[in-house]
């Protein structure tokens, strides 16, 4: 059992960056492969980016991979999505999502989500 709450959205313009942070309460963060999604008014809900449980391991989707960086700090219990040179595009709910066992690019078998954080990107 895992609970999570994103926090670091916010509005900014094209160009700039933003850090989210996933913090995770109860036992065991290290347990859990962490993911991160994102879902704009109307549109599915899309991978991100995801790291495995020691952090040893990360991808993210192609179109994405250069800009953004997944990473995770278990000691702060602490799971981080780095966003830079954000566009209009990018403006989304982001939502992050915890799993047992190796990480997964598909929403589903993630166990457990956060409330997601707003990110708008003007032009």
């Known amino acids: 059992q895992v609970q999570l709450v994103e926090s670091g959205g916010g509005l900014v313009q094209a160009g700039a960056s933003l850090r989210l942070s996933c913090t995770a309460s109860?036992?065991?963060?290290?347990?859990?492969?962490v993911g991160w999604f994102r879902q704009a008014p109307g549109k599915e809900r899309d991978f991100v980016a995801a790291v495995s449980r020691s952090g040893g391991t990360t991808y993210a989707t192609d179109s994405m991979k250069d800009r953004f960086i997944i990473s995770r700090d278990n000691a702060k219990n602490t799971a981080y999505l780095q966003m830079n040179s954000l566009q209009p595009e990018d403006t989304a709910v982001y939502y992050c999502a915890a799993r047992q066992g190796i990480p997964r690019s598909r929403s589903g078998g993630y166990d457990y989500w956060g409330q997601g954080t707003q990110v708008t990107v003007s032009s």
């Open positions: 109860g036992r065991t963060f290290d347990s859990y492969s």
